[in-house]
C-alpha cells in the first residue's frame, strides 16, 4: 500500500522559506510516476503547487512558479518542497501525492499523505 | 475564484441520490478529463473518479462521474451519513486546476 507522510515546521516566519519533505512508503519513488504537492488555505479549496519526476523534472504552478523549488532524493524515497518569501497568505495545509499523469491534460492524484498545517506568523 | 465552478453546498436524504456538478470552459474540462475527489471532515482529499468516469479500485458503485461540453457531474446514490464531506472536481487548465468544492449534507 502506498503510504506518503509529510514533515516540516508547523510555524515560518514571514519572508522566510517554507520547507517540506514528503516520505513515500510501500512504493519506489524511482518508479514511473510523478509526485506533488498541494495545499488548502483553512477553511478554503484546493490549490495546486507542482510536481516532480523522479529524475528531477518539475512543472510549477505558474502563479507560484517564481517562489517554489522542489527535489527529489531517491536514495530516500522522498521528495520536497520549497516555498520561499512566504507571507501570511501561504498559511495552509500542505499535502504530498502521487501523481498519475499520463499526459498533459490527463492527470490527477491517487495516494495522498494526511496533511501538514504550516502557519506563517511572527 | 477558481476557473471550475460548483455549487457551494448540496444536501438530500439517506439513501437518496444526488448530483454535484462542476462547469468550466472549452480550455478545461471541455478538451480534458476530469477527477473528483472526496475530502471528509479533518481529512486529506480521497480519489473517487478519474478520467471522468473511471473509479479506483475500492470505490463503490454509488458514485459515478460524467462529462458533457463543458460540464461534469458527481453522482452519489443510496447517501449514507458518512458521504457527509466536501467535494472537489480537478482537471487541466494550463495547470492542475480545482473546483471550489461542493459541501454534501445529508439530512
Known amino acids: 500500500q502506498v503510504q506518503l507522510q509529510e514533515s516540516g515546521p508547523g510555524l515560518v516566519k514571514p519572508s522566510d522559506t517554507l520547507s517540506l519533505t514528503c516520505a513515500v512508503s510501500g512504493y519506489s519513488i524511482s518508479s514511473s510516476n510523478w509526485w506533488g504537492w498541494i495545499r488548502q488555505p483553512p477553511g478554503k479549496g484546493l490549490e495546486w503547487i507542482g510536481y516532480?519526476?523522479?529524475?528531477?523534472?518539475?512543472y510549477y504552478n505558474p502563479s507560484l512558479k517564481s517562489r517554489v523549488t522542489m527535489s527529489v532524493d531517491t536514495s530516500k524515497n522522498q521528495f520536497s518542497l520549497k516555498l520561499s518569501s512566504v507571507t501570511a497568505v501561504d498559511t495552509a495545509v500542505y499535502y504530498c501525492?502521487?501523481?498519475?499523469?499520463?499526459?498533459?491534460?490527463?492527470?490527477?492524484?491517487?495516494?495522498w499523505g494526511q496533511g501538514t498545517l504550516v502557519t506563517v506568523s511572527s | 475564484q477558481s476557473v471550475l465552478t460548483q455549487p457551494p453546498s448540496v444536501s438530500a436524504a439517506p439513501g437518496q441520490k444526488v448530483t454535484i456538478s462542476c462547469s468550466g470552459s472549452?480550455?478545461?474540462?471541455?478538451?480534458?478529463?476530469v477527477s473528483w475527489y472526496q475530502q471528509l471532515p479533518g481529512t486529506a482529499p480521497k480519489l473517487l473518479i478519474y478520467?471522468?468516469?473511471k473509479r479506483p479500485s475500492g470505490i463503490p458503485d454509488r458514485f459515478s462521474g460524467s462529462k458533457s461540453g463543458t460540464s461534469a457531474t458527481l453522482g452519489i446514490t443510496g447517501l449514507q451519513t458518512g458521504d457527509e464531506a466536501d467535494y472537489y472536481c480537478?482537471?487541466?487548465?494550463?495547470?492542475?486546476?480545482f473546483g471550489g468544492g461542493t459541501k454534501l449534507t445529508v439530512l
Open positions: 480537478g482537471t487541466w487548465d494550463s495547470s492542475l486546476v
Open positions: 501525492a502521487r501523481v498519475q499523469l499520463v499526459r498533459a491534460g490527463r492527470a490527477y492524484f491517487d495516494y
Open positions: 472549452s480550455s478545461n474540462i471541455g478538451n480534458n478529463y
Open positions: 478520467d471522468n468516469n
Open positions: 516532480i519526476y523522479y529524475s528531477g523534472s518539475t
